[in-house]
């Protein structure tokens, strides 16, 4: 186990910079999540950490340790690939037991750890049989193995659940989630599924165009999201905006007065954006009215997307909705889940 | 799922595909069946295609009248080497090829690739004033150097080299997390997974030098150094007519094994094309 450092990392391609000097701190067992929308730099910067792409400027530490110029197998890191990359013609032993073999352990030894590792993932039964013998998620397990066979001081996970249908992933991210909480080895986890970010992470990195957008728990990023890009990205479904202006009345949206907290009326007549979570809507008689466009009820709540003054936006409820399209409810915003951003540059405004 | 042919679209197809063997089953049959019977019978009119007499006396003919077994011998060996030679060489270049990032690679292959285009009646006068030069005329030595650093090691190097292109990435990134170098990442993961590319080309190159008749007849000049291709065209009587049935008895022995090691090869033979996304 370690932590890892990364201290103004930078990747450039030519004249093209794709990370814009990175600073993050890992400490020692800590299950980071770097995640993002594609090409924002989260697997680059994963294999950077790996030493699968070179560094165009800054530091990687490991264990205390630049590692900037060292080879992969130098740095003391497992990694699980998106495909899983298991060597098809290697059994599931010889797939686990591959890199002990090359780092001159004992045949004894190497059993031992392989069997370690399959007694924990329950792969056991399927040591002697070839990758393409195996289901998705068993090989999954098997690259989990031949990850955590060595016992290295860093886990790094690039999108490993994304080959995976839904129920799979589910049930994967759990296997992972509990792995990690047994042997507590430092993780960097790669993903574009904000979920598998949330639920997974003890720290949650936000990317976007190589830069941090924001760095925290999983809940802070959701409750107090630093500025517009993380605050949509972060929750499912995602958070409604409503551009418009901050009046001593409210936030006067096009076609709407939407309330807002007293402390908040100091920004008075300034553009900005009216964050709220769908789930931070309530069915109330005095609240604001919404046109129903679309209701979807999924069972333990309710879905529906309406329209705001001009804006759409979602609503999640847990009453039974049973209105139709073209109906009106009225809705009443919570006012301490109320989020404004600047219109220019989208940062936190309260 | 395959679907089911209907019995009429089958019968139609075998039919097809019987019309279409005889131009590659009629020589096979002709060529065996001739080599027993007597040389007069060879040209009888009608022709028979089953021998109407058999004269087996051809065959140790093929062994009296040239050192045949040496012969044997000589092809046998040249072709082993130039095949180990040639996969060597091949599976390294096209590794390279595909794998190394160095300056002007592809322009190099590119050069390398134009080496197709030249046809070996070119380069080998060339080659034999060479070959003259370093004292090798006469020997095996141009038979087994020029397969493996020309012309069809460049083929094998492109089979190769589009073989290794398709390998995942991840699994040699893999291989680097696990500890190992280039060299053993090329060993122990790129080799083994290029087994059937590598079939083929062990296949196309061994029948290649087996059949190699223009080098042989340039650069050799006595009988106990000769192919079998070379010796073939021994067979002939005190005017220099060919000695009909006894060079088609040689021919026989000459395509046996080639024959034996296409039926054992050809599922990885056409597995290995299949892979490098080229057609036989």
């Given at each position: 186990m370690a932590e890892v450092t990364l201290s103004n990392v930078r990747k450039s391609y030519g004249a093209v910079d794709i990370i814009h000097g990175i600073d993050l701190g890992i400490t020692d067992g800590e299950f980071v999540v770097l995640v993002g929308p594609s090409g924002c730099g989260k697997s680059t910067l994963l294999r950077m950490v790996a030493g699968l792409e070179t560094i165009t400027g800054g530091d990687v530490k490991i264990g205390g340790r630049v590692v900037n110029d060292l080879d992969?197998?130098?740095?003391?890191?497992?990694?699980?690939?998106?495909?899983?990359?298991?060597?098809?013609?290697?059994?599931?032993?010889?797939?686990?037991?591959?890199?002990?073999?090359?780092?001159?352990?004992?045949?004894?030894?190497?059993?031992?750890?392989?069997?370690?590792?399959?007694?924990?993932?329950?792969?056991?039964?399927?040591?002697?049989?070839?990758?393409?013998?195996?289901?998705?998620?068993?090989?999954?397990?098997?690259?989990?193995?031949?990850?955590?066979?060595?016992?290295?001081?860093?886990?790094?996970?690039?999108?490993?659940?994304?080959?995976?249908?839904?129920?799979?992933?589910?049930?994967?991210?759990?296997?992972?989630k509990s792995l990690h909480q047994r042997l507590k080895t430092t993780t960097i986890y790669v993903t574009h599924d904000q979920v598998e970010a949330m639920t997974m992470a003890d720290k949650i990195v936000v990317l976007n165009g190589g830069r941090v957008e924001q760095i925290g728990a999983p809940l802070d990023l959701y409750d107090r999201p630093?500025?517009?890009?993380?605050?949509?990205?972060?929750?499912?479904?995602?958070?409604?905006?409503?551009?418009?202006?901050?009046?001593?009345?409210?936030?006067?949206?096009?076609?709407?007065?939407?309330?807002?907290?007293?402390?908040?009326?100091?920004?008075?007549?300034?553009k900005a954006v009216y964050g709220i979570r769908p789930e931070h809507f309530f069915l109330d008689e005095n609240g604001v009215p919404a046109e129903i466009i679309l209701v979807e009820p999924m069972g333990s709540e309710t879905q529906v997307t309406m329209k705001l003054g001009e804006t759409l936006a979602t609503g999640v409820f847990r009453e039974r909705v049973s209105l139709s399209p073209g109906a009106t409810i009225r809705v009443r915003p919570d006012l301490g889940n109320i989020h404004l951003f600047a219109a220019d540059g989208g940062q936190r405004l309260n | 799922m395959k679907a089911e042919l209907s019995p009429r679209r089958q019968v139609f197809l075998y039919g097809l595909l019987c019309v279409l063997l005889i131009p590659f089953v009629f020589p096979t049959w002709w060529m065996v069946t001739s080599s027993v019977k007597p040389i007069s019978d060879i040209f009888a009119f009608p022709p028979q295609l089953v021998p109407a007499r058999y004269d087996w006396t051809t065959y140790s003919k093929v062994f009296e009248l040239q050192p045949f077994v040496k012969q044997y011998w000589n092809s046998a060996y040249i072709?082993?080497?130039?095949?180990?030679?040639?996969?060597?060489?091949?599976?390294?270049?096209?590794?390279?090829?595909?794998?190394?990032?160095?300056?002007?690679?592809?322009?190099?292959?590119?050069?390398?690739?134009?080496?197709?285009?030249?046809?070996?009646?070119?380069?080998?006068v060339p080659l034999f004033q060479m070959f003259l030069k370093a004292g090798m005329v006469n020997t095996h030595w141009p038979l087994i150097l020029v397969p493996i650093f020309g012309a069809p090691s460049v083929f094998a190097t492109f089979v190769m080299r589009q073989f290794f292109i398709a390998l995942p990435v991840e699994l040699e990134e893999a291989a680097r997390v696990d500890g190992l170098g280039r060299f053993k990442i090329f060993r122990k993961i790129a080799l083994p997974l290029a087994r059937p590319a590598l079939a083929s080309v062990a296949i196309f190159t061994f029948l290649h030098s087996w059949n190699l008749y223009l080098e042989?007849?340039?650069?050799?000049?006595?009988?106990?150094?000769?192919?079998?291709?070379?010796?073939?065209?021994?067979?002939?009587?005190?005017?220099?007519?060919?000695?009909?049935?006894?060079?088609?008895?040689?021919?026989?022995?000459?395509?046996?094994?080639?024959?034996?090691?296409?039926?054992?090869?050809?599922?990885?033979?056409?597995?290995?094309?299949a892979h490098t996304g080229l057609k036989g």
């Amino acid at each position: 186990m370690a932590e890892v450092t990364l201290s103004n990392v930078r990747k450039s391609y030519g004249a093209v910079d794709i990370i814009h000097g990175i600073d993050l701190g890992i400490t020692d067992g800590e299950f980071v999540v770097l995640v993002g929308p594609s090409g924002c730099g989260k697997s680059t910067l994963l294999r950077m950490v790996a030493g699968l792409e070179t560094i165009t400027g800054g530091d990687v530490k490991i264990g205390g340790r630049v590692v900037n110029d060292l080879d992969p197998k130098d740095r003391d890191i497992a990694m699980v690939f998106q495909n899983y990359a298991l060597y098809p013609h290697m059994t599931v032993a010889t797939n686990m037991g591959f890199s002990l073999e090359h780092r001159g352990g004992s045949k004894a030894e190497i059993a031992e750890r392989v069997k370690w590792a399959a007694d924990i993932l329950g792969l056991a039964p399927l040591l002697d049989r070839y990758p393409r013998q195996l289901s998705g998620g068993q090989r999954q397990r098997v690259a989990m193995g031949r990850a955590i066979v060595r016992d290295p001081k860093v886990f790094l996970f690039d999108e490993p659940l994304s080959n995976l249908d839904a129920k799979l992933r589910v049930v994967m991210r759990g296997e992972i989630k509990s792995l990690h909480q047994r042997l507590k080895t430092t993780t960097i986890y790669v993903t574009h599924d904000q979920v598998e970010a949330m639920t997974m992470a003890d720290k949650i990195v936000v990317l976007n165009g190589g830069r941090v957008e924001q760095i925290g728990a999983p809940l802070d990023l959701y409750d107090r999201p630093a500025n517009q890009f993380v605050a949509g990205f972060i929750g499912s479904p995602s958070m409604n905006f409503l551009n418009g202006t901050i009046t001593p009345e409210g936030f006067s949206a096009p076609g709407i007065l939407l309330p807002l907290p007293e402390a908040e009326h100091g920004h008075k007549d300034r553009k900005a954006v009216y964050g709220i979570r769908p789930e931070h809507f309530f069915l109330d008689e005095n609240g604001v009215p919404a046109e129903i466009i679309l209701v979807e009820p999924m069972g333990s709540e309710t879905q529906v997307t309406m329209k705001l003054g001009e804006t759409l936006a979602t609503g999640v409820f847990r009453e039974r909705v049973s209105l139709s399209p073209g109906a009106t409810i009225r809705v009443r915003p919570d006012l301490g889940n109320i989020h404004l951003f600047a219109a220019d540059g989208g940062q936190r405004l309260n | 799922m395959k679907a089911e042919l209907s019995p009429r679209r089958q019968v139609f197809l075998y039919g097809l595909l019987c019309v279409l063997l005889i131009p590659f089953v009629f020589p096979t049959w002709w060529m065996v069946t001739s080599s027993v019977k007597p040389i007069s019978d060879i040209f009888a009119f009608p022709p028979q295609l089953v021998p109407a007499r058999y004269d087996w006396t051809t065959y140790s003919k093929v062994f009296e009248l040239q050192p045949f077994v040496k012969q044997y011998w000589n092809s046998a060996y040249i072709a082993a080497l130039v095949t180990i030679g040639t996969m060597v060489v091949s599976s390294m270049a096209g590794y390279a090829f595909a794998r190394i990032r160095f300056p002007f690679a592809n322009t190099i292959f590119m050069v390398v690739l134009l080496g197709l285009l030249i046809p070996s009646e070119v380069t080998i006068v060339p080659l034999f004033q060479m070959f003259l030069k370093a004292g090798m005329v006469n020997t095996h030595w141009p038979l087994i150097l020029v397969p493996i650093f020309g012309a069809p090691s460049v083929f094998a190097t492109f089979v190769m080299r589009q073989f290794f292109i398709a390998l995942p990435v991840e699994l040699e990134e893999a291989a680097r997390v696990d500890g190992l170098g280039r060299f053993k990442i090329f060993r122990k993961i790129a080799l083994p997974l290029a087994r059937p590319a590598l079939a083929s080309v062990a296949i196309f190159t061994f029948l290649h030098s087996w059949n190699l008749y223009l080098e042989p007849i340039v650069f050799l000049s006595s009988a106990d150094k000769f192919t079998l291709p070379q010796a073939l065209t021994q067979y002939t009587d005190a005017y220099g007519g060919p000695m009909w049935n006894i060079q088609l008895a040689a021919a026989t022995l000459t395509a046996l094994p080639v024959l034996i090691v296409f039926i054992i090869a050809q599922k990885q033979f056409v597995e290995g094309l299949a892979h490098t996304g080229l057609k036989g």
